[in-house]
C-alpha cells in the first residue's frame, strides 16, 4: 500500500512511502502520519492521496507510524486545502498543518479535555456596591464583575473572549458571593433544541424577513448573498434565525467575525440562542481548551462553529450556512504563514459542499460589490435600523480653514469642542477616532533638523509622553524622550497627533470629565479591552478615545456623539485601497451613534474635507462612492478588474536586492499583453526589524496568467541567489 502525504513544513511537492502491512487498517484520507523525512525520524504528514504505483527511481521508506484514532481531515476540508494550496501558491504540508488547532499537536487526535457543559455568569445580588469594598489590587476581579454589571448574565464562552484568563478572576468573585455560575448539562450531539435559557428569536423588520426568506430558500444548494446592511439594521439576527433553520434540518454551520476579543457579545448571543451546539474557535482559548472545541465538531458533538479567520477549516459537519460577518474587515486576510484570505475560502467552501454563503457588511469590499454586480453574488439590502431609528447626522468641519483663522487652531475644532462640551453636559457619551497611536508621530531638532528614527526600522519614531519614550510600532524598540537634542544638544519638538494626545486635549476642555482611552498602548490585551468596554457601557466613562478599535460592532445607547479627530491619515498611503478603508472606518465608527433613543451626530475633522471617500461619508453613501472608486480602478487597472500576486523578499540588505532583481529578471520573459510587472523596488517601509524588504507587484487580467508569472519565478524562489526569504502573497492586500 502507497500513500502521497504532504510533510508538515514550508516544502512543495508531495511524497509517497510504503505502508507497513500492520498499519494499512488504519490509514485513511486526511490521517495524520509519522514519517522519515529528511535527517528526523518522525517528521508529521497528512495523507492527500493513494498513488497506485510509486514514482520512477524513488527509493520508497515505510511509514513510521499513524498519530490519531481517526483522521484530522474530513474529506471535504482536504478538498478545500487542496485547492487553496493551488490556489495561493503555498506548500501543502505548511498550510494543512495551519489549519489543526495549536492543541493537536501536542497529543493524540481523539484526546481532549472534558468540557464543564454550557456555563452562565452574572452578577450576585449586591454585587455594586460590591465592587465598591473589592480590593483595587485585585484587578482581574474588578474588571470582571465590572463586565458583568454592564452585561447581567451572559455564557462564560462571552466572559472568556471578553478575559482570555478570566476564569480564576470569575472562580474569585463567586467565592465572594459577587458573582453566580450556573452549569446547564451537554444537550444531546447533534441535536436540534435549544438550552431552557435560550434566548428567544427577536421579531424581524420586513427588510430582514426578505431576506431571510431569500437565505432560506436556497438551502441544499450554492449560493452566495451579499447581506449588505447599515450600521445597525439587525444583520446579527438575520444570521442566527438562517442558522436555526438550518439546524432544524440537522445540518450545520460555520460563522467567521473578524476578531471576538473586540465584540464578545457576538459570541455570547450565539451561545445564548443555541446553547451547547455552538463551538467557538478563537485565541482566547488556551491550546487545551481550543482542541475540545475542534474535537467537538469533528466527532459532531457541535454543529455550530463561531471563529476567527482559522476557523474556516473547522470540521463543521453537514455544513449548510457559511456566515462571513464585517467581510470586508482585513483581518480575514492571512498576512503572516500561508497567505489566504478566509473570506474567499468560505465562498469555496460553501460551493464545494452545497451550502448558502452570507458575507455581511454595511460597507462591502468592492470586490464583493462587483461580484454581487455581475450576478455572481445575490445582492440582499437592510436599508434601515430596527426600530426605525435614524442614521446619524454627519456634518464634515475643514480643518484648513481653522488653520487659516488662527495659526494654532488645537486638535479639537471649536464645532467639535463645542459638541464634546454639550454631550457631557447632557450627561452623554462621546467616541473620539484618531487611528494614530501615541502623543506625536514625529519628533524633530530645532536647531540641526534630527529626525528620531527607529536603528531597525525604516520608520520615525513616535513620542508616547505617558511613559516618557520613543516608540517604534513595528518592531518595539525605545529610547527616552530627552528635551536636547544627542547630536548638538538643541531643543527637540514633536509633530503630529497620536491618542495620547486626544485624552489629554479633552481633559483639558472639558474639567472634571471622565475620559478613557482605547488602543495598544493603553490596554495590554483582551481583558484590558473588555474592562474599558464595560466601564463605558456601565456610563462611568464619558468620552472614549480610540484608533480603530473603537470602530468595530460596538452597540453602547449612550453614545449621541462621535468625533473623527483626522479624518486624512490613511488616505496618502501607497495603497490603491486607502481610499476604500477611509470610507469604511469612517462609515463603521459614525455608526456607534444614536443607537439608543436618542438621535446620534458625528463631526468629521479633515484638512481634505472634498475627498470623496470623505466627502460621501456625510450622507452615508456608499453606492455613490463606490460607484466612483470602481471607476477609478477600472482606469487604473487595479482590482476587482485584475487579479495581482505579489512577491515579497526579505534579508540582508545586498541579499534582497539581488534575490529581487533576479525575480524579476526571471518575470520578464513571462511578461506579455494584459500582464505587467510593478518593480523590484524597496518596499514603502524598506526595513522592519533590522531586514530589508524588497517587493514585485504583477498585475494580470486573470489568475491563469499570473500562475505562469509563479512558474516563471518558481526556481529563483527555490534557491534565492542571495540567500533572502521569498513570499508569495495572492490577491494582496498589503501594501506596505
Known amino acids: 500500500m502507497l500513500v502521497e502525504v504532504a510533510v508538515a513544513a514550508a516544502v512543495r511537492g508531495t511524497f509517497t512511502y510504503r505502508v507497513p502491512h500492520r498499519l494499512e487498517a488504519d490509514v485513511a484520507l486526511g490521517s495524520r502520519l509519522a514519517v522519515p523525512f529528511g535527517r528526523s525520524p518522525r ?32 474529506e471535504p476540508l482536504l478538498r478545500l486545502l487542496r485547492w487553496a494550496e493551488d490556489y495561493y501558491l503555498v506548500p501543502p504540508g505548511e498550510l494543512l498543518r495551519a489549519a489543526l488547532p495549536p492543541g493537536l499537536n501536542a497529543r493524540g487526535g481523539s484526546a481532549a479535555p472534558a468540557r464543564r457543559g454550557v456555563e452562565f455568569a452574572a452578577p450576585a445580588p449586591g454585587a455594586a456596591e460590591g465592587l465598591l469594598r473589592l480590593d483595587r489590587r485585585a484587578r482581574a476581579q474588578r474588571a470582571v464583575l465590572e463586565y458583568l454589571l454592564a452585561r447581567g448574565r451572559i455564557p462564560v464562552e462571552e466572559l472568556r473572549a471578553a478575559f482570555p484568563r478570566g476564569r480564576s478572576a470569575l472562580a474569585a468573585l463567586a467565592r465572594r458571593a459577587l458573582a453566580v455560575v450556573e452549569s446547564v448539562g451537554l444537550g444531546a450531539a447533534g441535536g436540534g433544541s435549544l438550552l431552557p435559557a435560550a434566548e428567544p428569536p427577536l421579531a424581524l423588520t420586513p427588510a430582514q424577513s426578505g431576506a431571510l426568506a431569500s437565505i432560506a430558500g436556497a438551502a441544499g444548494a450554492f449560493r452566495t448573498f451579499l447581506l449588505h446592511g447599515v450600521t445597525g439594521s439587525g444583520k446579527t439576527e438575520v444570521y442566527l434565525q438562517a442558522i436555526a433553520r438550518a439546524r432544524a434540518s440537522g445540518k450545520g454551520a460555520l ?89 474567499d475560502l468560505a465562498v469555496v467552501r460553501a460551493r464545494m459542499e452545497s451550502a448558502v454563503c452570507v458575507l455581511g457588511s454595511a460597507t462591502p469590499s468592492l470586490e464583493t460589490l462587483e461580484n454581487a454586480r455581475r450576478g455572481r453574488y445575490e445582492r440582499l439590502e437592510l436599508p434601515g435600523r430596527v426600530d426605525d ?10 480643518l484648513g480653514h481653522f488653520r487659516r483663522q488662527a495659526p494654532s487652531p488645537g486638535l479639537i475644532s471649536p464645532p467639535l469642542a463645542a459638541a464634546i462640551v454639550e454631550t457631557v453636559g447632557a450627561r452623554r457619551q462621546a467616541i473620539l477616532f484618531l487611528n494614530r497611536r501615541g502623543f506625536q508621530t514625529l519628533v524633530l531638532c530645532r536647531d540641526c533638523g534630527r529626525e528620531e528614527r527607529c536603528e531597525h526600522c ?15 510600532h513595528y518592531c518595539g524598540a525605545t529610547r527616552p524622550m530627552g528635551r536636547r537634542c544627542p547630536d548638538c544638544g538643541g531643543e527637540r519638538a514633536g509633530v503630529g497627533v497620536g491618542t495620547e494626545q486626544v485624552e489629554s486635549a479633552v481633559r483639558d476642555l472639558v474639567p472634571g470629565v471622565r475620559v478613557a482611552r482605547l488602543d495598544r498602548d493603553a490596554v495590554a490585551g483582551a481583558a484590558d479591552t473588555a474592562a474599558v468596554l464595560a466601564r463605558f457601557a456601565r456610563r462611568e466613562v464619558d468620552v472614549l478615545v480610540g484608533t480603530q478599535m473603537v470602530t468595530k460592532g460596538h452597540d453602547f445607547p ?49 484638512f481634505h474635507p472634498h475627498t470623496p471617500a470623505i466627502a460621501f461619508s456625510v450622507g452615508h453613501d456608499y453606492a455613490g462612492f463606490a460607484e ?38 526571471a518575470a520578464r520573459p513571462a511578461l506579455g499583453p494584459g500582464l505587467s510587472m510593478l518593480g523590484p523596488a524597496p518596499a514603502a517601509i524598506e526595513r522592519i526589524r533590522g531586514r530589508s524588504r524588497w517587493h514585485l507587484l504583477f498585475k494580470g487580467p486573470d ?19 542571495g540567500g533572502a526569504q521569498v513570499r508569495f502573497d495572492v490577491d494582496p492586500h498589503a501594501m506596505l
Not at 487604473?636 to 532583481?661: D, H, Q
Open 43 to 74: 517528521a508529521t504528514a497528512y495523507v492527500v492521496g493513494f498513488p497506485t504505483v510509486p514514482p520512477p527511481g524513488v527509493e520508497l521508506r515505510d511509514v513510521a507510524g499513524v498519530l490519531d484514532d481517526f483522521p484530522p481531515f474530513t
Open 255 to 343: 460563522v467567521l467575525v473578524p476578531e471576538i476579543a473586540l465584540t464578545p457579545q457576538l459570541a455570547g448571543r450565539f451561545r445564548a440562542r443555541f446553547g451547547d451546539q455552538v463551538a467557538l474557535l478563537h485565541s482566547g482559548l488556551t491550546d487545551r481548551e481550543r482542541h475540545s472545541e475542534w474535537l467537538r465538531l469533528r466527532r459532531g458533538e457541535a454543529a455550530i462553529c463561531v471563529g476567527v479567520r482559522s476557523a474556516i477549516f473547522a470540521p463543521v459537519q453537514d455544513l449548510a450556512v457559511v456566515v462571513v460577518d464585517e467581510e470586508h474587515d482585513a483581518s480575514f486576510k492571512q498576512e503572516d504563514g500561508p497567505a489566504y484570505h478566509a473570506r
Open 389 to 398: 431609528r435614524p442614521l446619524p447626522e454627519v456634518r464634515v468641519v475643514d
Open 458 to 472: 525604516a520608520v520615525s519614531m513616535t513620542h508616547h509622553a505617558r511613559r516618557g519614550v520613543l516608540l517604534c
Open 558 to 606: 449612550g453614545v449621541t456623539l462621535v468625533g473623527v479627530v483626522l479624518a486624512d491619515t490613511a488616505l496618502a498611503l501607497p495603497d490603491f485601497r486607502a481610499a476604500e478603508r477611509t470610507f469604511q472606518l469612517l462609515t463603521q465608527v459614525a455608526g456607534r451613534a444614536g443607537r439608543g433613543d436618542d438621535a446620534g451626530r458625528v463631526i468629521v475633522q479633515s
Open 628 to 665: 466612483l472608486e470602481l471607476d477609478r480602478r477600472r482606469s487604473l487597472g487595479y482590482p476587482p478588474f485584475s487579479r495581482m500576486l505579489a512577491v515579497r523578499v526579505e534579508g540582508s540588505e545586498a541579499g534582497a536586492r539581488r534575490t529581487a532583481e533576479a525575480l524579476g529578471e
Open 703 to 721: 489568475g491563469a496568467s499570473l500562475r505562469k508569472v509563479h512558474r516563471a519565478l518558481a526556481e529563483v524562489a527555490a534557491r534565492p541567489p
